[in-house]
């Protein structure tokens, strides 16, 4: 079942795919999806992992080519987010090691 809301056009259509209609949440995420019958359009099956909402409905090329590059754009964000956080705890780490070393607290036994 596809959930649109009434009255979109094609472009908003396709590009609310990534939007959950229950919460608004745009981290909505495919579980599955296949060629449908036709083998001109696909059966997604969508789900909100803030909230829970699912679905499945069956939408054309441009439906999913727009998906897929929202979700592209998710997987991006997530990369560069983790970067950030990994140069962080580095980062906190270095400065740890530091202020140890410093304060004589490491000793040639801490790496046998």
Known sequence: MDM?????NETEQASNLHVCPECGSHLVQPTCWERAEDRAHWRVWRRCPECEWSCQGVH???EIDAFDEQLDIGAHALADELRELEHSNMAAMTD???AALAADLITADDFS
């Open 96 to 98: 740890v090691f530091v």
């Open 60 to 62: 054309g090329e441009s």
């Open 4 to 8: 649109r809301e009434p009255g979109q």
